[in-house]
C-alpha cells in the first residue's frame, strides 16, 4: 500500500506498539481526513482486528469490514452535515460503545473523522473518556488542523504527522502575496487604503479557490459514493475550515508586523524583531508611526479579525481596518 511506504516509520511505530501490547489509548493523526489519515486509520484497525498471522492481511472477512466501515466494534463519527459540527450527543453514544463489551472479547474502537469539527461541549465530553480510557479502547482522530483541537486533548493523544499541518504559513503561497503588501503599508490615504484592502481580499479569495479545488480532488478521489448534495455540503464545510485556519495565519502575520513597528519606534533592541529580513522596511515605515499610531494599527488589525467572525462583508472589513492604518 502506497500509505505504508510512505509513512513508515509511523507505522512501524505502531506495528511495534501493537506487537508489544503497548499501543497508545488514543491517536491524533494529522493528514488529511479523507486521505491519507483515513488510510492510516484503516490500516490501525485492521491490524487490531484481522484474523490472519500476518497482519494486516488485507484478505479476511475482518480486513474487508475495517475497509468498508462495518466492523461492529468500530464506531464512525463524522460531522453531521447541516451544522457541519460533531456534536456533543455522537461524542456520548462513542464514550457509551467504548465502555460497551466488545462483539468477540477484543478490541473497541472509534475514529472521528475531521476531529477538529468537536465543538467545545464535544470535547469536553471526550476528554473524559481520555482522562479515563476503557481497557482495550482505541480512539483515533483525524484532522488536518490540529491546532484547532483543545491543548487539553492533543496532550492525552499521541500524535502522529503525515502531512504538513494545513496551515504552514511560510511554505504558502499567499504567504509572498501577503509580505509584499505589507511592504506597502502604511496606506497614504482613502484611495491607497482601498487598494490594499483590495489586495488582501485578492489574496484570500485566490487561497479559496485552490482549497477548493483541492478538496474537490481530494473528495472526488475518496468517496465516489456520496450523492452530489451531500459531497457539496462537505465541500463548503471543508473549504471554510480550511480557509478559517489560513486567514487566521494572515491575520496573526499582520499583527506580528505591526509589533515589530511597535518595537522600532519603541527603540526596543532590535534583535528582537520577528522579521529580521525586513528590517530595512519596516524601519522605514516606522519613521512614519508614534507609539500610539503603531499601538492603533495592532488594534485595528485585532479587530478585523474579530470582525471576520461576524457576518460583515469581508471588503467592508478590509476597508475599513486599511483606512485606520492611514498615515
Ligand atoms: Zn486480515
Not at 493528514?31 to 484481522?50: D, H, M, Q, T, V
Not at 463524522?78 to 455522537?90: C, F, N, T
Not at 476531529?115 to 482495550?136: F, Q, V
Request: charged share 25%.
Amino acid at each position: 500500500m502506497e500509505t505504508m511506504d510512505q509513512y513508515a516509520d509511523a507505522w512501524k511505530g505502531i506495528q511495534k506498539g501493537f506487537e508489544d501490547g503497548r499501543l497508545a489509548h488514543a491517536y491524533v493523526i494529522v493528514g488529511s481526513p479523507r486521505g491519507n489519515a483515513l488510510e492510516f486509520a484503516e490500516a490501525i484497525l485492521k491490524l487490531l482486528y484481522c484474523e490472519a498471522p500476518k497482519k494486516p492481511c488485507n484478505e479476511c472477512t475482518n480486513c474487508h469490514r475495517v475497509a468498508s466501515h462495518k466492523h461492529v466494534d468500530t464506531l464512525w463519527i463524522e460531522p453531521k452535515s447541516k451544522s457541519r459540527q460533531i456534536l456533543a450527543d455522537d461524542i456520548r453514544g462513542l464514550i457509551r460503545r467504548m465502555t460497551q463489551t466488545s462483539f468477540d472479547g477484543g478490541w473497541k474502537s472509534a475514529v472521528i473523522m475531521a476531529a477538529d469539527c468537536m465543538n467545545p461541549n464535544s470535547e469536553n465530553a471526550l476528554l473524559k473518556t481520555l482522562e479515563e480510557p476503557p481497557a482495550k479502547s482505541l480512539l483515533l482522530l483525524l484532522t488536518d488542523s490540529p491546532q484547532s483541537l483543545l491543548p487539553t486533548i492533543l496532550s492525552r493523544c499521541q500524535k502522529i504527522v503525515l502531512s504538513e499541518e494545513a496551515t504552514h504559513a511560510k511554505n504558502s503561497l499567499w504567504h509572498a502575496s501577503l509580505m509584499e503588501l505589507l511592504g506597502e503599508l502604511p496606506p497614504t490615504g482613502g484611495l491607497d487604503a482601498s487598494r490594499l484592502a483590495g489586495k488582501l481580499k485578492v489574496i484570500l479569495d485566490t487561497v479559496k479557490a485552490e482549497i477548493s479545488t483541492a478538496v474537490e480532488e481530494e473528495l472526488g478521489a475518496n468517496d465516489e459514493a456520496l450523492d452530489e448534495s451531500k459531497l457539496k455540503e462537505i465541500l463548503e464545510a471543508r473549504t471554510n475550515a480550511q480557509l478559517k485556519a489560513v486567514q487566521s495565519d494572515v491575520f496573526r502575520i499582520m499583527l506580528d508586523w505591526h509589533r515589530d513597528i511597535l518595537m522600532l519606534v519603541s527603540k526596543v533592541n532590535e534583535k528582537h524583531l520577528i522579521f529580521p529580513a525586513s528590517q530595512s522596511l519596516l524601519a522605514e515605515q516606522a519613521t512614519q508611526h508614534t507609539p500610539v499610531s503603531a499601538l492603533q494599527a495592532i488594534q485595528g488589525v485585532e479587530g478585523m479579525a474579530i470582525r471576520l467572525n461576524r457576518n460583515i462583508p469581508i471588503a467592508q472589513i478590509f476597508d475599513e481596518a486599511f483606512r485606520k492604518l492611514v498615515r
